[in-house]
């Protein structure tokens, strides 16, 4: 078995395809929603990211064939005054689930986000996704505190 982790070049056309396939496939699995992408999105999501310069992907190549991807983008903490990397999206294909791909394109993230001079990596995971949660810890992910009195980091959005 022949592994690849890349960094995705928003500018290969082979990549623009299989970004939004790969990002679909997560959608449409109960963990991702269960709903598949719109329209927009399949069409417009590469073109949209290369124009975000905080914006990066990684992708994972099992013997050639698109197995997972993880859509990054660069924040910035107040508190230590330096970049930070917030994972939005980790994909593994159902196919190539159990090989440790999670595992190797984390990887890939924290060396560009060393490059990048970054004091962490974030990401939010939902209470009911044991295995991702696994898989996050095994790498060294921990729930978010500043202080025990204050309790953890809930993560919270308001729809537009």
């Not at 963990?31 to 073109?47: E, I, S, T, W």
């Not at 910035?76 to 791909?101: M, P, W, Y």
């Not at 004091?119 to 996050?136: F, G, H, M, P, R």
């Amino acid at each position: 078995m022949d592994v690849d982790i890349i960094q995705a070049d928003y500018g290969d056309p082979q990549q623009r395809e299989e970004i939004p396939r790969i990002l679909n496939a997560y959608a449409s699995d109960p963990m991702g929603g269960g709903v598949p992408l719109g329209d927009f999105a399949k069409h417009h999501l590469v073109q949209k990211l290369s124009q975000l310069p905080h914006a990066f992907s990684v992708l994972a190549y099992v013997d050639g064939a698109p197995a997972g991807l993880v859509n990054c983008f660069e924040g910035f903490s107040t508190f230590a005054c330096q970049s930070l990397v917030n994972i939005h999206d980790v994909v593994v294909l159902e196919k190539f689930r159990g090989l440790g791909l999670s595992q190797d394109m984390l990887q890939k993230v924290e060396a560009i986000a060393r490059d990048r001079d970054c004091c962490k990596i974030t990401l939010e995971v939902l209470s009911n996704n044991t295995i991702a949660q696994k898989a996050y810890a095994k790498f060294g992910f921990a729930g978010y505190e500043l202080a025990p009195a204050a309790g953890h980091a809930l993560f919270w959005e308001k729809a537009l």
